[in-house]
């Protein structure tokens, strides 16, 4: 059985045997990855009077965690979410709309749990062979979509009222997330199948 067979998340194939080196190679696909959601929040677009905009992180969070596999995404997620409370300017709107764990607590703060708990699953997919199949890998995906818009929307109520909901929370983001995650589910496995015909 060859290396792309058998191995459960894309990235493993960059990480060697030795202990040293695979330390340092997941180091830096960490370090990697929170760069990459770090530019993706950059790629914003106003929903005035919504308090949250469209970004691009939703795509680059779901593509990290089917390469990553769940242990890596988790850490990579943990990473830019303290990279953030540290007073980062990772986060949409920084540093302009604050900094650190009081931005934290604001408009987005339920969506950056929800980044957590969705990068796990896409992740856990990943780990069970799913990120070669866009119906299996999207399906995950759809399920911590769901989890992330939820958290998200009902710490929107908390701050703004019960009717702001659906009306900021959930409903400016649904087709542009449907969209961003068909994408995602179609990056991964497009990538193993050019690995199998190289193999």
């Known amino acids: 059985m060859n290396t792309v067979e058998s191995s459960p998340a894309l990235a493993i194939r960059a990480i060697g045997n030795e202990k040293a080196s695979k330390l340092l190679t997941q180091l830096i696909l960490i370090a990697a990855g929170v760069c990459i959601i770090a530019l993706s929040s950059?790629?914003?677009?106003?929903?005035?009077?919504?308090?949250?905009?469209?970004?691009l992180q939703?795509?680059?969070i779901f593509t990290i965690a089917a390469a990553y596999g769940g242990r890596l995404a988790i850490a990579t997620l943990l990473a830019y979410l303290a990279t953030g409370a540290l007073g980062a300017?990772?986060?949409?709107?920084?540093?302009?709309?604050?900094?650190?764990?009081?931005?934290?607590v604001g408009p987005t703060g339920g969506y950056l749990a929800g980044f957590l708990i969705m990068a796990a699953i896409t992740g856990w997919a990943a780990d069970r062979g799913w990120s070669?199949?866009?119906f299996k890998l999207g399906g995950a995906m759809l399920v911590g979509e769901f989890i992330m818009l939820?958290?998200?929307?009902?710490?929107?109520?908390?701050?703004?009222?019960?009717?702001k909901i659906i009306a900021w929370g959930v409903g400016p983001f649904i087709w542009s997330d449907l969209i961003k995650l068909a994408i995602a589910a179609c990056i991964v496995p497009a990538i193993w199948q050019l690995?199998?015909?190289k193999a």
Not at 91 to 100: A, H, N, V
Not at 150 to 163: E, N, Q, S
């Open 150 to 163: 939820t958290i998200g929307a009902l710490w929107m109520g908390y701050l703004f009222g019960a009717d």
């Open 89 to 104: 300017p990772v986060f949409t709107g920084t540093p302009e709309k604050g900094i650190g764990l009081a931005y934290m």
């Open 132 to 134: 070669k199949n866009p």
């Open 58 to 60: 939703t795509l680059a």
């Open 42 to 55: 950059k790629f914003k677009v106003p929903l005035w009077p919504n308090p949250v905009p469209v970004t």
């Open 195 to 197: 690995f199998r015909k």
